[in-house]
């Protein structure tokens, strides 16, 4: 594993901690190509049930590194290209993740991090942490991100904060559907957490991880495919094993054994 990405495990849990404090944990292309990789193979790990991100320090990400972005000055056309594609492949590496992802904002949020806030299925982050799309602000734009920011926080913000690139705090960052819960410090934070976790890992995992292809799905096609393709899945999913399970167990008045 890199040390630029730190995997701690807690039985079901594992915490994916981007680990590089001392830059702000600014993604470098070691990182941005070593995330899909560790994400995956959690996601393909039946012991995982919920998967945490974060970063180590005091911020969460100050998006790309900044000796990156040097070199990338005098890289050619394709080579950008090439370094776009990586960093929509980690976008969606996180986004279409068979497990949920929380995301556990610890800090600042910038360009590439907020990024990475958006594709997370439910956040949780401190009051104090700020988030920015700052790419106009170096004359470059938040592109390969925007698939994934723009359906989260809506185009009516992303018009503001995409051509501003100014900074904006986590209550706002709340109002616009890119954090759903605050906390006041790291120790509310934690608790709130694994309260997410906990009510996470009451869900079916075959099912949850249905649910964030069928929200895709749903974003993705013309409506007139979704009466088809919506009524297809649930006859799948209540004909399935953890459908039936689910179902009985609610009838019998127990829990369903994933629980």
């Known amino acids: 594993m890199s040390e630029s990405i730190e995997v701690r495990r807690d039985a ?36 995982v049930r919920v998967i945490i991100l974060t970063g180590n320090g005091r911020s969460f990400c100050a998006g790309a590194d900044i000796d990156f972005m040097r070199q990338a000055a005098g890289h050619s056309f394709e080579e950008n290209v090439a370094e776009g594609q990586a960093i929509f492949d980690l976008m969606q590496a996180v986004a279409s993740c068979p497990r949920p992802v929380v995301g556990r904002i610890n800090g600042a949020a910038i360009g590439g991090g907020a ?10 982050a401190l009051e104090s ?34 051509l501003t690139g100014e900074r904006f705090d986590a209550r706002r960052a709340q109002r616009i559907g890119l954090v759903q819960h605050l906390a006041v410090d790291e120790g509310a934070l934690d608790e709130m957490v694994s309260e997410r ?4 890992m ?17 974003l993705m096609r013309p409506a007139a495919e979704l009466r088809s393709y919506t009524s297809h899945l649930i006859a799948e999913r209540r004909a399935s094993d953890e459908g039936q399970e689910g179902m009985n167990a609610f009838l019998e008045k127990r829990k369903p054994r994933w629980q």
């Open 12 to 47: 079901a849990v594992a915490t994916v901690a981007l680990n590089r404090p001392q830059n702000h944990n600014a993604l470098t292309p070691e990182m941005i190509a070593q995330l899909p990789h560790t994400l995956g193979a959690l996601g393909r790990d039946e012991a």
């Open 115 to 124: 990024g990475l806030v958006s594709c997370c299925d439910i956040v949780v």
């Open 129 to 162: 942490a700020i988030f920015a799309f700052s790419e106009v602000r170096l004359g470059i734009l938040p592109a390969v991100i925007s698939p994934f920011v723009v359906p989260r926080i809506g185009s009516s913000a992303a018009r503001e904060l995409f």
């Open 197 to 200: 976790v906990q009510q996470l």
């Open 202 to 218: 009451q869900g079916a995992p075959q099912a949850q991880g249905e649910a964030k292809r069928l929200i895709a799905n749903v």
